[in-house]
């Protein structure tokens, strides 16, 4: 992607928060100002830091892969993978961004196209998994208690199916690639008599190459069961730590809120994701804000928008400009460690 579709896709992220915060804060605007406000500084920096923390635990699995690679990959090499994931996945419309930049990262890092390739296709297949196994028993225990609230719930259940669909389609396609590939032939050929492809043989080539090396991956990694697992754990911790966000900060604004609440709070969070596999604007704005309030004024009624408003920046704006500037500095040193003189040809 250029540049300048970069700097649009920050002004449109841009314009559409105003007009979303806008339409949160109209009717009780200085109830929320007054809430925020009134956060002392310890709550307000655990808040913030809450969303740093949470892609930090993301760099823990990178390790975990990247390890497979390189002997002495580190917790860092993988936190700086996974904030440059977060920036580009916030910046581009369907977070289609996110592992090219990553497959940059880590190439610098050591790790080869190839088997960086391999490492993305392994953490997307656990982590897409575990999340639609936390989801479903989050959907089977909680999704009833609040569907009947509004017919916004309506979009919820349908990103559920797409999500469903999608990891279906994974491993089908694991299962049966062969399959797979006979579908492709035939969507290629449709596509490229209405004009959409204009390579046909050059994109069925990549598609199948990509088909291949996703099966292959997943071959690979089903003999890594206990790498499997700890990805999964750690998948679990990080998901957690998102969902269970609002809670704490509702805590925080002194939002009456007892224990039995959290697993609604991280129910009704695991919803609000659902929701946005439907919104193909860069970071989801403008949706993601609605369907929150929509979701949480049954809980945080008159202050949802004051737990919005904190959820958004640390979840979503503090990565976004914190990525973008860890991924410029790798970039930097990354670019000096390969111009600097080695020691062998100073001899």
Known sequence: MKKTNYFWNFVLIALITVVALWFALKDNYHEVINAISKLNGFALALILAWGIVYTCVWGIVYRVLGKKFVKNYSLLDGIIVAFTGTFFSGITPSATGGQFGQAYVLKKQGISYADGASLLWADFIIYQTTMMLYVTLLFLSKFSTYSGHSVWFTLVWAGYAVNVVVILGLYTMAIFPNVYIRLSQWAVKILSKIKVVKDPEKTLESWTMQMTSFTGEIKKLSKDKLIILKCMLINFVRLTLLYALPYVIAVLL?????????????????FVTMANSFIPIPGASGGTEMMFSI??????HSLTSAVLILWRVSTYHIILVLGGIIFMVAKAYYERRKDAPHPESEA
């Open 295 to 300: 979701v949480f004024s049954l809980l945080f």
């Open 254 to 270: 002194g939002i009456h809120l007892p224990l039995s609440k959290l697993l609604d709070v991280i129910a009704l969070s695991s």
